[in-house]
């Protein structure tokens, strides 16, 4: 698949000493210098009009053309903003640039700036990144694998560049990490190390994290069952528009557990998650059951 070309270079910069005329001023005329004539002509205002007779067989010289001001040389193109723009960062990415390789995949994985999607290509520079240890390439890697996208489904090899980018502080690989273990995805379910992971991603206001910790201490599994701090968590969470915990807030004031029982509220919170495309599917059919009682 063909790489972006970059953008054209700035054009060279003019050389500060050099005898560049000035430009005129707004709504004015340039300055233009008088023709030689015109300067003859005044010095020959005092002159007696015998001197000023032509001499016989000599004929006037012509008079100059009037001279125009040189244009200024064209201002270089502004360089734009790499962090910015996935095809700026191409010619870095090549030379091993670690956040440029991170950026060049997310602009092939979604496509745009002339790019096609290319999810393969989006994984080859997420690898070339994860390699060098860059934290942002391992967790991209890793929703690669988790989803299958541009390579085959590998949920082993998921939670294993999770993990690499986890071990550095990555808040949302974190909270990966801890749904993983949450799950039993590569082995036997271990809430206890999933509240941990989920608690290292909410603590740095990642909102999956705080939904995640909050869902737990609701329950009580891998942590003592406490409503209060539920309730804390999740509305951290909310307060971010994260729509699971819009649900298990709403569930908290339908069954009035940590909160009082507000069937209201219950349901505008439910509406409110319903309106993400992210929210569970269990949660998104139990909201839809209950909104189906209010009518």
């Given at each position: 698949?063909?790489?972006?070309?970059?953008?054209?270079?700035?054009?060279?910069?003019?050389?500060?000493?050099?005898?560049?005329?000035?430009?005129?001023?707004?709504?004015?005329?340039?300055?233009?210098?008088?023709?030689?004539?015109?300067?003859?002509?005044?010095?020959?205002?005092?002159?007696?009009?015998?001197?000023?007779?032509?001499?016989?067989?000599?004929?006037?010289a012509p008079a100059e053309p009037p001279?125009?001001?040189?244009?200024?040389?064209?201002?270089?193109?502004?360089?734009?903003?790499?962090?910015?723009?996935?095809?700026?960062?191409?010619?870095?990415?090549?030379?091993?640039?670690?956040?440029?390789?991170?950026?060049?995949?997310?602009?092939?994985?979604?496509?745009?700036?002339?790019?096609?999607?290319?999810?393969?290509?989006?994984?080859?520079?997420?690898?070339?990144?994860?390699?060098?240890?860059?934290?942002?390439?391992?967790?991209?890697?890793?929703?690669?694998?988790?989803?299958?996208?541009?390579?085959?489904?590998?949920?082993?090899?998921?939670?294993?560049?999770?993990?690499?980018?986890?071990?550095?502080?990555?808040?949302?690989?974190?909270?990966?990490?801890?749904?993983?273990?949450?799950?039993?995805?590569?082995?036997?379910?271990?809430?206890?190390?999933?509240?941990?992971?989920?608690?290292?991603?909410?603590?740095?206001?990642?909102?999956?994290?705080?939904?995640?910790?909050?869902?737990?201490?609701?329950?009580?599994?891998?942590?003592?069952?406490?409503?209060?701090?539920?309730?804390?968590?999740?509305?951290?969470?909310?307060?971010?528009?994260?729509?699971?915990?819009?649900?298990?807030?709403?569930?908290?004031?339908?069954?009035?557990?940590?909160?009082?029982?507000?069937?209201?509220?219950?349901?505008?919170?439910?509406?409110?998650?319903?309106?993400?495309?992210?929210?569970?599917?269990?949660?998104?059919?139990?909201?839809?059951?209950?909104?189906?009682?209010?009518?």
């Amino acid at each position: 698949t063909p790489t972006p070309a970059p953008g054209p270079g700035p054009a060279p910069a003019p050389t500060l000493n050099a005898a560049a005329p000035r430009s005129p001023g707004p709504g004015t005329a340039p300055v233009v210098p008088p023709p030689a004539s015109a300067i003859a002509a005044r010095a020959n205002e005092s002159k007696p009009a015998a001197a000023l007779a032509p001499r016989p067989g000599l004929r006037p010289a012509p008079a100059e053309p009037p001279r125009r001001a040189a244009p200024l040389p064209e201002p270089a193109p502004p360089v734009r903003n790499a962090a910015r723009s996935g095809p700026d960062c191409a010619d870095e990415a090549r030379r091993g640039n670690a956040r440029c390789q991170v950026v060049l995949g997310n602009l092939y994985r979604s496509g745009g700036n002339g790019v096609a999607r290319d999810p393969a290509e989006a994984s080859r520079w997420y690898r070339k990144a994860a390699e060098q240890g860059h934290a942002p390439g391992q967790y991209e890697m890793g929703t690669m694998f988790d989803a299958g996208l541009g390579v085959p489904r590998d949920v082993v090899q998921a939670v294993a560049w999770y993990r690499k980018a986890a071990e550095q502080g990555h808040a949302a690989a974190q909270n990966r990490l801890g749904a993983a273990y949450e799950a039993g995805s590569t082995g036997p379910a271990n809430p206890v190390l999933a509240a941990d992971w989920f608690r290292k991603a909410a603590d740095q206001g990642q909102a999956g994290g705080q939904a995640n910790l909050g869902r737990l201490y609701l329950r009580g599994r891998g942590v003592f069952k406490d409503t209060t701090k539920a309730a804390e968590w999740l509305q951290k969470a909310a307060d971010q528009g994260e729509p699971n915990a819009l649900f298990h807030l709403g569930w908290m004031y339908e069954k009035g557990e940590g909160k009082p029982r507000d069937l209201e509220r219950a349901a505008r919170l439910y509406r409110e998650a319903l309106a993400s495309s992210a929210l569970a599917d269990r949660s998104r059919a139990a909201a839809r059951a209950f909104l189906a009682t209010r009518r």
